[in-house]
């Protein structure tokens, strides 16, 4: 399956994109996709762990199943004020 | 518009006077904090900011935000917006009101909305130097704590109230 992850902070720094493609092998999961883009190296792989994830406007775990066409925003720590 | 129903997130400078437009006769209280953008950080001139945020998450945990303080704290009103964009020294990233019936109750719930927006709401500060470099600013895990893979220590330890700078821009 397709799915669709938009970095947002400095996960863009990692994929050098706003968006990236992720193509999975069903069943998937949230989990999965971070692992997935974990591949791209060590450091990206420790700011995923410290990421949080969120499908629209809500946010959702790692165990959360996944299907074609999901868009998953991701969103590392935060620093807003 | 009423402020109420302002977008929390924000591209355009902030104005201070729409967010208290709306007076309340029963406050006798009203708290107002800016969080205004500093020309340094850790003895590196800082040229400007930029925010970026998702947007449609952010507003929601905004609004529950205020809910939720105003809740704990009995106040009236409580209000944050966040600017994003580009931002030069001096200018407001945030804005909070508080309106209560007492001073107390506003002085406590301006301090909590402020640090849960800081710590919770995804947005993130990236500083632009004068060197031409950049570097986005070290944040707070906003994962769930039992999120399995998630390390999420750092956000534990900003659940209270706390005086500790962690490179807040103002």
């Given at each position: 399956m397709e799915i669709k992850v938009q970095c947002y902070g400095p996960t863009r720094r990692y994929t050098g994109a706003e968006f990236v493609t992720l193509t999975l092998h069903e069943p998937a999961t949230v989990a999965d996709a971070l692992a997935r883009l974990g591949e791209r190296g060590d450091e990206f792989a420790q700011l995923l762990r410290q990421c949080a994830v969120a499908v629209g406007d809500e946010l959702v775990r790692r165990t959360r199943p996944l299907q074609t066409g999901d868009e998953l925003a991701l969103l590392p720590p935060v620093a807003g004020g | 518009m009423s402020p109420a129903d302002f977008?929390?997130?924000?591209?355009?400078p902030l104005s201070l006077d729409a967010l208290i437009a709306d007076g309340r006769d029963d406050c006798g209280a009203l708290t107002i904090f800016a969080g205004t953008v500093r020309n340094h950080h850790d003895q590196r001139p800082v040229e400007y900011l930029v925010y970026t945020a998702h947007a449609p998450l952010a507003d929601k945990m905004i609004r529950e935000i205020e809910r939720e303080v105003a809740a704990r704290h009995r106040a009236t009103v409580c209000r944050v917006v966040h600017r994003i964009g580009r931002l030069g020294i001096g200018e407001s990233a945030i804005l909070a009101v508080v309106r209560a019936p007492h001073r107390a109750e506003a002085f406590a719930a301006l301090r909590a909305v402020v640090d849960a927006v800081k710590h919770r709401v995804p947005i993130w500060k990236e500083e632009f130097y004068s060197d031409g470099s950049s570097a986005f600013v070290t944040g707070c895990c906003?994962?769930?704590?039992?999120?399995?893979?998630?390390?999420?220590a750092p956000r534990h330890a900003h659940e209270h109230d706390h005086d500790h700078d962690h490179d807040h821009a103002h």
């Open positions: - | 977008p929390r997130i924000q591209s355009a906003i994962a769930e704590a039992d999120d399995a893979g998630a390390a999420s």
